[in-house]
């Protein structure tokens, strides 16, 4: 069975893991001193939060599968997608070994596809150059692409 994954961006892990800990009603899975996970089964989510430098917020999104079966059919929906899909294979990343994929939404929403196969002791595989631009479990950033919709041009008074 599949589960969600969320990966939100802090500047402060201490006081962000209070708060989760007390929305969700549980300490994290795993609690280090830049990253915290909490595997939830109501809901059915992998949240995961880190303060590694990058803007506070949405950092990515993905489908935590739990076999190469799954796996493998997650990857086919990615050549779907009709979007450039960056395969990593094998990797560590957030203290854990995986195989993982990316996509980018056309709104520019980074999505990974992932196995984890084990812990790991480091936060990724570039731990030791660590930086916004060379961090691990973020591809590097999509195209830009406006496309305005035709709908758009039509002022509507509803919300979401």
């Known amino acids: 069975m599949k589960r969600l994954h969320v990966h939100v961006a802090v500047n402060d892990i201490a006081t962000s893991i209070h708060f989760y800990s007390a929305l969700f009603g549980v300490e994290p899975t795993v609690s280090k001193e830049d990253y915290a996970k909490w595997l939830l089964d109501d809901p059915r989510v992998n949240f995961a939060i880190s303060a590694r ?5 949405l950092d990515h999104l993905g489908i935590q599968v739990e076999d190469d079966t799954e796996l493998a059919a997650a990857f086919v929906n990615l050549q779907r997608a009709d979007a450039p899909i960056l395969d990593q294979g094998e990797t560590v990343c957030c203290y854990a070994r995986s195989d993982k994929a990316w996509i980018h939404d056309p709104q520019g929403i980074a999505w990974e596809t992932f196995l984890t196969r084990g812990e790991a002791t480091t936060y990724g ?8 631009s060379t961090a691990c479990c973020t591809p590097p950033a999509a ?3 406006f496309v305005k919709h035709p709908a758009a041009s039509t002022p509507t008074t509803n919300c979401c």
């Open 53 to 57: 430098g990058r803007r506070p917020g």
């Open 125 to 132: 595989s570039d731990a030791a150059t660590d930086s916004v």
């Open 143 to 145: 195209p830009v692409t």
